[in-house]
């Protein structure tokens, strides 16, 4: 089944303990990104990459991390979370070109105290 | 650069009412592509539809249609008969051709109560 997985789904951590979100996708998809969802602001992007070893940043990557040594990883690192950093995670992929559409896993719910 | 516009942040109907949510985006681009997405209160995002800048075809599936307007920037969604499980936020959203990859610009969204 062609799938994007995010690990964890819901993770409760601390403020200022470094950790990582898991994204795979299954598809070959040569495009990767994440976005977060804040409430009444939609869904904006952090980072992006078009292919392995080639990442950049998105709209708000301020906080955040990336790397894609492999195709169908993309890891999201928060280095030091803070309580703003809790909206909705979501990995998404597609092939390169606009105009198909992305497949995105399922979210990730983050709670730093 | 892309926007995205969905100035109804809320609607309240009464099952089997007919709902249009609206879409407006702005783009310097000739080239782009403009996608519906639904979320549920389950919390994934379901793709619903994408359609091109040179096929402003409006188009019907099932119960939803899409009207593609170039000229007012316009990509609305109406769902006829609405049903409670229609209950979900709306996401309205752009991509250029011309800017780095795929990304996706979306809209605020719409969250649309169905009720019985």
């Known amino acids: 089944e062609a799938q994007v997985t995010q690990n964890p789904r819901y993770l409760i951590t601390v403020t200022g303990k470094k950790l990582t979100v898991t994204c795979s996708q299954n598809m070959n998809h040569e495009y990767m990104s994440w976005y977060r969802q804040d409430p009444g602001l939609g869904l904006r992007q952090i980072y992006y990459s078009m292919n392995v070893e080639v990442t950049d940043k998105g709209d708000v990557p301020e906080g955040y991390k990336v790397s894609r040594k492999e195709k169908r990883n993309f890891p999201l690192i928060l280095e030091s979370p803070s309580p703003n950093q809790t909206p909705l995670y979501f990995c998404?992929?597609?092939?390169?070109?606009?105009?198909?559409?992305?497949?995105f896993g399922p979210g990730t719910r983050l709670t730093v105290l | 650069a892309q926007k995205v516009t969905q100035a109804q942040t809320e609607i309240s109907v009464v099952e089997k009412e007919d709902v249009t949510l609206d879409c407006v985006y702005e783009?310097?681009?000739?080239?782009?592509?403009l996608f519906w997405y639904k979320q549920p209160p389950s919390g994934e995002l379901v793709f619903l539809i994408r359609?091109?800048?040179?096929?402003?075809q409006n188009e019907i599936s099932g119960r939803y249609s899409w009207n593609f307007q170039k000229s007012t920037s316009s990509f609305n969604f109406t769902i006829t008969a609405s049903q409670v499980v229609d209950s979900a936020v709306y996401f309205c959203?752009?991509?250029?051709?011309?800017?780095?990859?795929?990304?996706?610009?979306f809209g605020e969204g719409t969250q649309l109560t169905v009720n019985p």
């Open positions: 998404a992929s597609t092939w390169v070109a606009g105009y198909n559409e992305q497949f």
């Open positions: 959203a752009l991509s250029e051709r011309e800017t780095s990859g795929s990304r996706l610009t």
């Open positions: 783009t310097r681009d000739t080239t782009y592509y």
């Open positions: 359609r091109n800048s040179f096929d402003e």
